[in-house]
């Protein structure tokens, strides 16, 4: 049995894979040998199709042929319909065509005065013309269905992928192996969805031209159709071998290639630019990026010779074949077994069904190549899915007191917990803090609180009730969040903050836009800007514009204070912000009696007020208390309240 695709096998003649491995070597002398640039798991589609026999793809064939139309039903029942049925019925006026054209071919080589042979053929040239014409207008018309369906499926696809990836728990982000699926799913599950689509019509439609014109043989003379099919087989066959070996080129080159996305994106990248610049990085990068393309282009030369090579050889066997077809043609048409008309249309039938079966090979290869693609996509949207919160429970709309019981959170693959069994009340109005050295687990304290992490042990619960038990959403929004890594998301500055609760009705109480960027401090900064509110705030677009570090973290503490939620979680909310604008942000800050703070800070002095001080060590809560308390007792928080106290003082002194 024929192999579609092969094993690889790595020998020293192995060209392209010993290109490969010359270009990793020679890059791990430059340093740039990441790890990351390993094959990953991603590859293994790859490999499966490099080993897989034209037999095991027969054999799933039909289910990849009957799951891509029911992808296209169920995206657009009617171009689906025209895609697929306009194609059979242009497969009918093949063989229509190639029947009238035998009935034209046959009058003109009867008996008789040459006038009256054309007259006589005239009805049957009409059907055939009239078979073209409606057969060029079917095809036309199909592949205008089919091409509809492409950016209709694409865009199908690509909403469900992005609503499910905004949808999923904050967790499974977490989790090194859904990000990398997520990450293989947009980078070639997701397209190949409409390509899938696009292969099986691309099949049916040879499938079709093939059996249209075997009909018409049949119908003409049964004796030709083993000729059709011995000329056709040289095509079939360079189609295939074709196929294999761009593929396997393809996947000896792949690091390579990788490789080059990689430069490519530091050379021209706005975030990178300015450290390029600054270690003068541009001549290393060009030497690294010169020496790979100069191994690809290599490598793409020799594939553009083998190609050429294994063409030339197809057209010789092709030709040979012919041959052999002529030539039992002829032995046929001397022992009286076949007329002169209808071995002049098995000629033409020769033609249509080649093409024909080309493109029905190249569409099962690439057919079951990209299911394998596609499939991925399937599974990381099931499990997606099984990570993504039910949106069901009890309604709240807020909280007299949160109590955290025993909770816990173990990030995946980490040895020890994040968050170490803590207890702990907030209540209504409180400004409480969380202190604790670099990694004591305070961020992820407060995600837990946030409930943007569910603990992997432990209960937490609003007034007696079991969060697990509340509606997501509704728990959701009475939270509000400024995080300590905000992304500088590329809208205007207005829409910047209005994000923080984009959905609230106009006649809705709450803070405007501007009442939270002055409570933010950042009314003056926004007021300056070209544009005012309505500044675009991503550099990459025409007159956008780019803030320091300390101008966000104001933007995102304005989003914070509009958003109005019941708890306000302000996990270092003042890092990158001048002494003036941290003056204003703790004045708004302050007690209120229906809003609830945590906040996480380093700088000691801004928690000096806060009601609760809870003092976090290895995941671990070390000490409670407010700050007097805490400082009359020996214990982290005394220490590292003189640590800082002490700089100052010295710097007064
Ligand atoms: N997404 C994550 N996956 C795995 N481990 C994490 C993740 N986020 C944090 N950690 C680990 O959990 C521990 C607690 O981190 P956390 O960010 O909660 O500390 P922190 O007290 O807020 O630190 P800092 O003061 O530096 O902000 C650290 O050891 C950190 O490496």
Same mark, same amino acid.
């Given at each position: 049995?024929?192999?579609?695709?092969?094993?690889?096998?790595?020998?020293?003649?192995?060209?392209?894979? $010993?290109?490969?491995?010359?270009?990793?070597?020679?890059?791990?002398?430059?340093?740039?040998?990441?790890?990351?640039? $390993?094959?990953?798991?991603?590859?293994?589609?790859?490999?499966?199709?490099?080993?897989?026999?034209?037999?095991?793809?027969?054999?799933?064939?039909?289910?990849?042929?009957?799951?891509?139309?029911?992808?296209?039903?169920?995206?657009?029942? +009617?171009? =689906?319909?025209?895609?697929?049925?306009? #194609?059979?019925?242009?497969?009918?006026?093949?063989?229509?065509?190639?029947?009238?054209?035998?009935?034209?071919?046959?009058?003109?080589?009867?008996? /008789?005065?040459?006038?009256?042979?054309?007259?006589?053929?005239?009805?049957?040239?009409?059907?055939?013309?009239?078979?073209?014409?409606?057969?060029?207008?079917?095809?036309?018309?199909?592949?205008?269905?089919?091409?509809?369906?492409?950016?209709?499926?694409?865009?199908?696809?690509?909403?469900?992928?992005?609503?499910?990836?905004?949808?999923?728990?904050?967790?499974?982000?977490?989790?090194?192996?859904?990000?990398?699926?997520?990450?293989?799913?947009?980078?070639?599950?997701?397209?190949?969805?409409?390509?899938?689509?696009?292969? !099986?019509?691309?099949?049916?439609? /040879?499938?079709?031209?093939?059996?249209?014109?075997?009909?018409?043989?049949?119908?003409?003379?049964?004796?030709?159709?083993?000729?059709?099919?011995?000329?056709?087989?040289?095509?079939?066959?360079?189609?295939? &071998?074709?196929?294999?070996?761009?593929?396997?080129?393809?996947?000896?080159?792949?690091?390579?290639? &990788?490789?080059?996305?990689?430069?490519?994106?530091?050379?021209? #990248?706005?975030?990178?630019?300015?450290?390029?610049?600054?270690?003068?990085?541009?001549?290393?990068?060009?030497?690294?990026?010169?020496?790979?393309?100069?191994?690809?282009?290599?490598?793409?030369?020799?594939?553009?010779?083998?190609?050429?090579?294994?063409?030339?050889?197809?057209?010789?066997?092709?030709?040979?074949?012919?041959?052999?077809? @002529?030539?039992?043609?002829?032995?046929?048409?001397?022992?009286?077994?076949?007329?002169?008309?209808?071995?002049?249309?098995?000629?033409?039938?020769?033609?249509?069904?080649?093409?024909?079966?080309?493109?029905?090979?190249?569409? !099962?290869?690439?057919?079951?190549?990209?299911?394998? @693609?596609?499939?991925?996509?399937?599974?990381?949207?099931?499990?997606?899915?099984?990570?993504?919160?039910?949106?069901?429970?009890?309604?709240?709309?807020?909280?007299?007191?949160?109590?955290?019981? +025993?909770?816990?959170?173990?990030?995946?693959?980490?040895?020890?917990?994040?968050?170490?069994?803590?207890?702990?009340?907030?209540?209504?109005?409180?400004?409480?803090?969380?202190?604790?050295?670099?990694?004591?687990?305070?961020?992820?304290?407060?995600?837990?609180?946030?409930?943007? @992490?569910?603990?992997?042990?432990?209960?937490?619960?609003?007034?007696?009730?079991?969060?697990?038990?509340?509606?997501?959403?509704? =728990?959701?929004?009475?939270?509000?969040?400024?995080?300590?890594?905000?992304?500088?998301?590329?809208?205007?500055?207005?829409? #910047?903050?209005?994000?923080?609760?984009?959905?609230?009705?106009?006649?809705?109480?709450?803070? !405007?836009?501007?009442?939270?960027?002055?409570?933010?401090?950042?009314?003056?900064?926004?007021?300056?800007?070209?544009?005012?509110?309505?500044?675009?705030?991503?550099?990459?677009?025409?007159?956008?514009?780019?803030?320091?570090? /300390?101008?966000?973290?104001?933007?995102?503490?304005?989003?914070?204070? @509009? +958003?109005?939620?019941?708890?306000?979680?302000?996990?270092?909310?003042?890092?990158?912000?001048?002494?003036?604008?941290?003056?204003?942000?703790?004045?708004?800050?302050?007690?209120?009696?229906?809003?609830?703070?945590?906040?996480?800070?380093?700088?000691?002095? #801004?928690? &000096?007020?806060?009601?609760?001080?809870?003092?976090?060590?290895?995941?671990?809560?070390?000490?409670?208390?407010?700050?007097?308390?805490?400082?009359?007792?020996?214990?982290?928080?005394?220490?590292?309240?003189?640590?800082?106290?002490?700089?100052?003082?010295?710097?007064?002194?």
């Amino acid at each position: 049995m024929a192999t579609v695709i092969g094993p690889r096998r790595s020998t020293p003649t192995d060209e392209p894979a $010993a290109e490969a491995g010359s270009a990793e070597a020679g890059s791990a002398e430059a340093g740039l040998d990441l790890p990351e640039l $390993a094959d990953g798991g991603w590859m293994h589609h790859a490999t499966e199709f490099a080993h897989t026999s034209f037999r095991s793809v027969a054999r799933r064939l039909p289910r990849l042929v009957r799951e891509a139309i029911a992808l296209a039903w169920a995206t657009n029942r +009617r171009d =689906t319909l025209a895609a697929i049925g306009l #194609n059979l019925a242009a497969g009918v006026m093949t063989t229509l065509g190639l029947l009238a054209t035998t009935g034209v071919l046959r009058e003109l080589f009867a008996a /008789g005065p040459t006038p009256d042979r054309v007259r006589a053929a005239l009805p049957a040239l009409v059907l055939a013309a009239a078979a073209v014409a409606v057969k060029g207008t079917l095809t036309v018309t199909a592949g205008w269905a089919q091409a509809r369906l492409i950016p209709q499926i694409n865009y199908a696809v690509e909403l469900r992928l992005f609503e499910t990836t905004t949808a999923v728990e904050l967790a499974a982000f977490d989790d090194a192996g859904f990000a990398e699926e997520m990450d293989r799913v947009r980078d070639r599950g997701m397209a190949e969805a409409a390509s899938i689509v696009d292969h !099986t019509v691309n099949l049916i439609t /040879g499938v079709v031209g093939v059996l249209a014109t075997a009909a018409a043989v049949t119908v003409i003379q049964p004796v030709l159709l083993p000729c059709l099919l011995l000329a056709a087989v040289p095509e079939a066959v360079t189609a295939v &071998r074709m196929a294999r070996r761009q593929y396997l080129d393809m996947l000896a080159r792949i690091n390579r290639r &990788r490789r080059m996305w990689m430069l490519a994106h530091l050379m021209a #990248n706005r975030h990178t630019a300015a450290e390029v610049r600054a270690y003068q990085m541009r001549d290393f990068l060009l030497a690294e990026f010169r020496r790979m393309m100069t191994v690809e282009t290599a490598a793409l030369l020799r594939l553009a010779r083998a190609q050429s090579r294994t063409r030339a050889v197809g057209m010789s066997v092709g030709g040979i074949a012919a041959f052999a077809v @002529y030539a039992v043609l002829g032995g046929l048409l001397l022992t009286g077994v076949v007329a002169l008309a209808a071995a002049a249309t098995a000629l033409l039938a020769l033609q249509s069904a080649r093409s024909s079966l080309a493109l029905a090979v190249y569409a !099962t290869n690439n057919l079951y190549e990209d299911a394998l @693609y596609y499939q991925d996509y399937r599974d990381f949207l099931d499990r997606a899915d099984s990570r993504t919160a039910a949106g069901q429970g009890r309604p709240t709309a807020g909280f007299e007191h949160i109590e955290l019981d +025993r909770v816990s959170l173990r990030y995946p693959d980490t040895d020890a917990p994040a968050v170490d069994e803590v207890s702990l009340t907030i209540r209504r109005g409180e400004v409480i803090a969380l202190v604790g050295e670099n990694g004591s687990g305070k961020t992820t304290l407060a995600k837990l609180i946030a409930g943007l @992490y569910r603990p992997t042990g432990g209960v937490i619960r609003w007034d007696g009730v079991d969060v697990a038990e509340l509606d997501p959403a509704a =728990t959701a929004a009475q939270v509000a969040v400024m995080t300590q890594e905000w992304w500088k998301f590329p809208f205007t500055a207005a829409q #910047n903050i209005r994000i923080g609760r984009h959905d609230r009705p106009p006649d809705a109480a709450g803070p !405007t836009v501007e009442d939270a960027a002055r409570s933010a401090a950042a009314h003056d900064m926004i007021a300056g800007l070209p544009f005012g509110y309505d500044t675009l705030l991503a550099r990459e677009f025409k007159n956008g514009h780019d803030l320091s570090g /300390g101008q966000w973290q104001r933007l995102v503490a304005a989003r914070g204070l @509009y +958003r109005d939620a019941r708890l306000l979680i302000c996990d270092e909310p003042s890092a990158a912000l001048d002494a003036r604008a941290e003056h204003a942000l703790f004045e708004h800050l302050r007690r209120r009696p229906d809003r609830t703070v945590v906040l996480i800070t380093h700088r000691l002095a #801004n928690v &000096r007020h806060a009601d609760q001080i809870f003092v976090m060590d290895h995941g671990r809560l070390v000490q409670q208390g407010d700050h007097d308390t805490l400082m009359a007792a020996d214990g982290p928080y005394r220490e590292l309240f003189e640590l800082q106290a002490s700089g100052y003082l010295a710097a007064t002194e």
